[in-house]
């Protein structure tokens, strides 16, 4: 079954404690990328990724880290956690051919991590 | 800066009735605009989309409406049921840039009552 992994779905930790979401896709997607989900702000970009040692900064990158060393993983990293990234996580991805997001451009969510940081 | 302007933030709406939820847009270079879908407790997932060479487009009861001079479109549903309750996103990108950006509006919470 074609999709996006996230782990840990569910997560409670302390201020200053390192931790990492996972992210698999199983699609062979070239492009990945990290959202945020907060009320009232929708969807927000904080990384994403358009091939493997390929990254940039979305809109909310600060606090945050990723890498893509293989094609079907793409980690978030919250080096030192702090209460105000407490949100609802979302991986993505999407095929891309050509350097161009593929004809559909249709992106593939993972089923979200929520992360509340005390 | 939003790029994607989305309105209601919060549509209640009868069963059989039309929703319509209105997305605005500023960068003439966007030329693809989906609607993403999400469900409680699930990641978002594509409902519909449409490129500005054409007016209209429908699927099923769900048609976008898009106004290129206005730089506007416009998700409607027709005879709204309760499975619709969910929230949904417009967003826009460049389809011919290789930046990789799909931005979001923030979203517009739907409940559909039987």
């Known amino acids: 079954e074609a999709q996006v992994t996230q782990n840990p779905r569910y997560l409670i930790t302390v201020t200053g404690k390192k931790l990492t979401v996972t992210c698999s896709q199983n699609?062979?997607?070239?492009?990945m990328s990290w959202y945020r989900q907060d009320p009232g702000l929708g969807l927000r970009q904080i990384y994403y990724?358009?091939?493997?040692?390929?990254?940039d900064k979305g809109d909310v990158p600060e606090g945050y880290k990723v890498s893509r060393k293989e094609k079907r993983n793409f980690p978030l990293i919250l080096e030192s956690p702090s209460p105000n990234q407490t949100s609802l996580y979302f991986c993505?991805?999407?095929?891309?051919?050509?350097?161009?997001?593929?004809?559909?451009?249709?992106?593939?969510f993972g089923e979200g991590s929520r992360l509340t940081v005390l | 800066q939003q790029q994607v302007k989305q309105s209601p933030q919060s549509l209640i709406v009868q069963k059989g009735g039309i929703s319509i939820i209105n997305c605005a847009y500023e960068?003439?270079?966007?030329?693809?605009f989906p609607w993403y879908q999400q469900f409680p407790g699930k990641g978002p997932a594509l409902l519909i989309a449409?490129?500005?060479?054409?007016s209209e487009k429908k699927e099923g009861r769900f048609t976008i409406s898009f106004n290129k001079s206005a730089k506007q479109f416009s998700l409607h549903i027709m005879d709204s049921q309760p499975g619709d309750s969910a929230t949904y996103f417009c967003?826009?990108?460049?389809?011919?840039?290789?930046?990789?950006?799909?931005?979001f509006g923030r979203g517009t919470q739907l409940t559909v009552w039987p």
């Open positions: 449409i490129r500005p060479d054409v």
């Open positions: 699609m062979n997607h070239e492009y």
């Open positions: 960068n003439t270079a966007f030329d693809y």
């Open positions: 993505a991805s999407s095929l891309k051919s050509g350097g161009l997001i593929a004809n559909t451009g249709e992106l593939f």
């Open positions: 990724s358009m091939n493997v040692e390929v990254t």
């Open positions: 967003a826009a990108s460049e389809r011919g840039s290789t930046l990789g950006r799909l931005y």
